[in-house]
Nanobody, 124 residues
Framework: QVQLVESGGGLVQVGDSLRLSCIASGLPFSSYGMGWFRQAPGKEREFVAAIAWGDGDTKYADSVKGRFTISRDDAKNTVYLQMNSLKPEDTGIYYC?????????????????WGQGTQVAVSS
């Protein structure tokens, strides 16, 4: 049974940092592409960042480039999202996702497994 479990969300102030973690089980993590998506209240889910298998080629949404960093630790079956200089528009539920092709896509339709999400709220 595949499980993706996110943690690290919370309520922070503008300009603060958070690190989200997602621990995967039940899948060959090192060969999977992993992504982070988010959904703000009243909005559709959107791509945030993704990382491919192996050399870990990364992709970012324009809105988070230079502020967020995605990384992975295959020994721990964990993917991280370091979020710096947080803004109110970063508020939302953050979801971790895994896709079997290992490419780290920015299209949520290409992901096979999803976590339950962790809430991030940035207060001004």
């Amino acid at each position: 049974q595949v499980q993706l479990v996110e943690s690290g969300g919370g309520l922070v102030q503008v300009g603060d940092s958070l690190r989200l973690s997602c621990i995967a089980s039940g899948l060959p993590f090192s060969s999977y592409g992993m992504g982070w998506f988010r959904q703000a209240p009243g909005k559709e889910r959107e791509f945030v960042a993704a990382i491919a298998w192996g050399d870990g080629d990364t992709k970012y949404a324009d809105s988070v480039k230079g502020r967020f960093t995605i990384s992975r630790d295959d020994a721990k079956n964990t993917v991280y999202l370091q979020m710096n200089s947080l803004k109110p528009e970063d508020t939302g539920i953050y979801y971790c996702a895994g896709e079997r092709y290992g490419q780290g896509y920015d299209n949520s339709d290409l992901y096979d497994y999803w976590g339950q999400g962790t809430q991030v709220a940035v207060s001004s």
